[in-house]
């Protein structure tokens, strides 16, 4: 312990006092100059106060440009896949070994040449254990979307998945239509498909 | 009576504004607001043990619903805030609005009982926490019938600050008295519409996160700072016996800290219109300019004098304000877009709050409060060498708290976001970081238990005189002059 508390409650007890010395400048430099790295900043990313723009967008016009002029538009699918499918697959597509979720970017199913297998597997869900790209994967259940999407939203994240150019994937586009045509075909199923049920089906048509 | 240090009758002391006589004012407050958070500390920093138990060993006292991880990590922090942190700033802070101001504390009594109903609070709180009834937002978990009775206390006890501060005699301020009376205002202010908006009237959807997060950063980093802030202010220029350097360098504190850090608290993949989470890593950033002010004005304040720390209270102080600018440097790193998406959601933001509610505002208290204990007590701490184990305790077990877990949560983060690395690996990775932070937290938990020995020692030690005199008082023959004949 040091001195000052060895003798308690002297009688008199000087209060601190406060000198006037000025703020350097350098200071006063330093935050104008974050300031200014904060202003640079929050034009980049902040949207501009506006309550419609979302992460990972920084701007209105990126939030609702129109559609690229070659190929799709990835954004509707691009939406479904982070809310539905990412809490397994990952945001980043690359599966999630806990859940015995495999891999979307680089899968063979998912690149393969028609969407026919991949059509099914959404509306009915899949259990069992599945191979992916040469690798075995322990038996996970994805769960049926039959109910949950409209054969146009099972399209759209079907094409995000075959054709996300994060994932180096160009696969051909999946149309409502298709979707449709197996929805009905399928429409009698009640149980998950197996990885062995699927294969006998003709990838495209 | 035969003592003079218990001399606690306010007819003796109604107009003494020695310093003698505005330390026993706030003897009785200070006792109850101290010794309940000592007591609050010591628990909570038992359930934070237990909780950080469960990383190494899932199943350990999992079988009972109150020991879960998720009642007792909230219960923990919780206490540290609630139990801990509020009380013992407000009685740093109603010692020092009286010494400033050459008065006595108004209305001690009243204080008292605020006290009382402080703590009567946070054990409603915690027990509703631990029977599973927390509200689900961090820092906010006690549910609204604790956090009534909370704001009441805190009103009560608030309310003869003021009085307290109304009256004084020396009418210059300094500046820790805007501290202190900012922060007296600020805590009811965001946390009457934290509770209102989120428990009473829950607004709808996205809102309730964008308000949780705006109240845990104002209590973090606004409460917390201009409350400990307030205390370095104070002891560092009386420790080492120099002026404070200088009040416009604190004017500049006080303004930037309450401007920029207002805005701190929303974690940047925060699902909330994007203007939000970017303002608020803006802020994070800022918070370098005040932090860096506060390092200048300690250093000098303190340099060149030729007073030795020796464990003691000036110890104390220089370690918080360590503590807080690396603190600050770690929140204005994940404010950084090429930081936070790799230390968002690891235990990065862990390690950072640690280092600035343990090692900045938790150690500045203890030092303010080793301070005053023996001078409202009336004599010297029970045990003094306990005061620098307990810094060292204090320090050793922080930084090895927060340092291993900082880099921890950076590899973490990293490896989270290499796709060919699985998850359970990821997670494994981070065992050895928290080996090392649980050994931290254990050298926190001794040091909190010496705390609270000293704060206890007081307490027996007072009452028992106190018990003592009244016997005395009892037992004493009548004086002959009132004996009839």
Redesign the interface.
Known sequence: MSAEVKSPNPTTEAEPTASSATVPMWLIALMLLLLLGGAVYFDARGGWFDARVYRPFAALPEQFQPPPPDGPDLRPGRRIYDAACAACHMVNGVGNPAVNAPPIAGSDWVLADGPNRLIRIVLDGLTGPIEVSGKQYGGGVMTPFKGTFTDEEIAQVLTYIRRNPDWKHDASEVTAEQVAKIREQTKDRAINWTPAELLTIPAKD | MTAPAVTNRPAALAADS???GI?ASCRLPLFMLFGGAAFWLVLGSIFGFIASLKFHKADFLADAAWLTFGRVYPASTNLLVYGFAIPVALGVALWMLA??G?VQLARPWLVTVGAKLWHIGVCVGLIAILAGEATGFEWLEMPRYAAVILLLAYLLIAVWAFSTHHARK?RTL???QWFVLAALFWFPWIYSTATLLLQFFPVRGVTQAAIAWWYSGNLLFVWLALAGLASSF?FL???VGR????????L?VFW?LILFGTWVGIPA?A?????M???S??AA??M??PA??VV?MVV?TTRGAK????????CYMKFGTGALALSVLLLAASGL?FVNRFTDFTWFGTAKLQLWVYGFFAMTLFGAV??IL??V?????PA??A??VHFWCGVIGTLLFALPLAIGGVLQGVKLAN?DI???DVTKATLMFFRLGTMGELLILAGNLLFLFNIGAVLVRYYLAVCRAACADLTAPLPTAEVKP
């Open positions: 020695s310093t003698a330390d010494r400033l050459r020396e300094y500046p820790s104070y220029p009386k420790l002026p404070l350097q200088s009040s416009y360098l604190a500049f930037t993949g699902t909330l219109p994007a203007w989470p970017t303002l890593n803006m950033m800022m370098v300019v860096a002010a200048l000098q007073t030795a720390c020796g464990g003691g209270p000036l877009p080793y301070y023996p001078r007590a009336g004599f010297e701490l003094a060498k005061v620098r796709p699985p998850f359970t």
